[in-house]
């Protein structure tokens, strides 16, 4: 999807957990200028979300079941910015998270309107 002047950013939240889901549908909400699209809990739910919606942004957990957060954004980052977000410190990531095609990394304690708004602002 490509977002004009007046159309909100699209975000898809990723996340086996429902409590992050529920926290990152009201910072979405909260956020001017950002629309929640969907939410999935579990990878193999997100790539079909993905197909189907085409968002702007997904914010994708690092640490889930069966298609996990890494290999998710491998999967997108071509056609929609992938953010992973994990209670981790960045240090304490799998190396592979950064050469996952994602765009940033958000800790989940520092995620807020700002965090998300330099997510979506960050380099391209």
């Given at each position: 999807m490509i977002t004009g002047a007046?159309?909100?950013v699209q975000v898809i939240v990723v996340d086996d957990q429902a409590p992050f889901r529920?926290?990152?549908r009201r910072v979405v909400a909260a956020t001017a200028g950002f629309e929640l699209a969907a939410?999935?809990?579990s990878g193999e739910e997100a790539i079909e979300l993905v197909s189907a919606i085409r968002p702007d942004l997904v914010l994708i957990d690092v640490h889930m079941p069966g298609i996990g957060g890494i290999e998710l954004a491998r999967r997108i980052a071509a056609g929609t910015r992938a953010i992973?977000?994990?209670s981790s410190k960045p240090e304490e990531l799998p190396k592979e998270a950064m050469s996952s095609g994602a765009a940033?990394?958000?800790r989940k304690d520092d995620f807020g309107p700002n965090a998300l708004r330099a997510a979506w602002a960050g380099p391209r």
């Open positions: 007046n159309s909100p529920a926290a990152a939410e999935a809990s992973l977000v994990s940033g990394y958000i």
